[in-house]
C-alpha cells in the first residue's frame, strides 16, 4: 500500500529536549515537505527536500532541521524544542517536484507535538 | 492580503443540493491549483486539481479556474453527509511543489 509513515503520532515533550520525528514513503517519490498546521494559520511549509541531500527552506523553518540521506526518509528534528512549536506536524511527498501537477501531495497521518 | 484567501465558514448545505466552496488567490503568476479535502483529526488528501481556465469535472466534483479574476472554485453536486469536512485550496507557483500555498480552509457541514 503506497503510503507516508510519521512516527510518533503524538508527542508530549519538554522546553529544550531535542526530539525527532520520522517520515518514510514508499512510493519513490523524489519530493518531500514537511508543513505545520496551527488553527487560523492553514498549512505552513517548514522544509522541503527535492531529492537526496538536497533540502531547503520553506515558510517557517526556524527551530527546525531536517536532513535526506536515503530518499524514502525525512526526518524533522527539533533540536530545542520550545511551546511555540506545539502543532500539528504532516510530513508529505510528492513524484514530481515541477510541472502542472507538483502540488499533488500525499500526507501522512501527522504527529500531534506538544511542548510544555 | 493574504497569498490564498478561502472564506472559513462554516459552509452549510442540506444533503442533496450543491455545495460552492471559493478560493481567491493574489499571485498572477500562480500556475496550477489544488482542492484537498480534511476530515477533522485526519490529514489532507487531493481530490481535484486545475490549471487551465474553465471547468474540470470528477463525479460529483467540478473545478473552476478564473485566472483573470484569480479564482478557483469547487462545486460538490449531490452533497452527502460524508463530504462535511474542511476543504482547503492550495495554489502553486512557478509550477513547483516547494511553492505550493495553501488557504486556511472552508468547512463544509451537510446537514440532513
Known amino acids: 500500500e503506497a503510503q507516508v509513515t510519521q512516527n510518533p503520532r503524538y508527542l508530549i515533550t519538554v522546553t529544550g529536549k531535542k526530539l525527532t520525528v520520522t517520515c518514510s514513503q514508499n512510493m519513490n517519490h523524489e519530493y518531500m515537505s514537511w508543513y505545520r498546521q496551527d488553527p487560523g494559520l492553514g498549512l505552513r511549509q517548514i522544509y522541503y527536500?527535492?531529492?537526496?541531500?538536497?533540502?531547503d527552506k520553506g515558510d517557517v523553518p526556524e527551530g527546525y532541521k531536517v536532513s535526506r540521506k536515503e530518499k524514502r526518509n525525512f526526518p524533522l528534528i527539533l533540536e530545542s524544542p520550545s511551546p511555540n512549536q506545539t502543532s500539528l506536524y504532516f510530513c508529505?511527498?510528492?513524484?514530481?517536484?515541477?510541472?502542472?501537477?507538483?502540488?499533488?501531495?500525499?500526507f501522512g497521518e501527522g504527529s500531534r507535538l506538544t511542548v510544555l | 492580503q493574504k497569498e490564498v484567501e478561502q472564506n472559513s465558514g462554516p459552509l452549510s448545505v442540506p444533503e442533496g443540493a450543491i455545495a460552492s466552496l471559493n478560493c481567491t488567490y493574489s499571485?498572477?503568476?500562480?500556475?496550477?491549483f489544488f482542492w484537498y479535502r480534511q476530515y477533522s483529526g485526519k490529514s489532507p488528501e487531493l481530490i481535484m486539481f486545475?490549471?487551465?481556465?474553465g471547468d474540470k469535472e470528477d463525479g460529483r466534483f467540478t473545478a473552476q479556474l478564473n485566472k483573470a479574476s484569480q479564482y478557483v472554485s469547487l462545486l460538490i453536486r449531490d452533497s452527502q453527509p460524508s463530504d462535511s469536512a474542511t476543504y482547503l485550496c492550495a495554489v502553486s507557483k512557478a509550477g513547483t511543489a516547494s511553492k505550493l500555498t495553501f488557504g486556511t480552509g472552508t468547512r463544509l457541514q451537510v446537514t440532513l
Open positions: 499571485d498572477r503568476g500562480s500556475q496550477s
Open positions: 486545475i490549471y487551465s481556465n
Open positions: 527536500s527535492m531529492n537526496v541531500e538536497v533540502t
Open positions: 508529505a511527498s510528492s513524484v514530481k517536484f515541477r510541472g502542472t501537477r507538483a502540488g499533488e501531495l500525499f
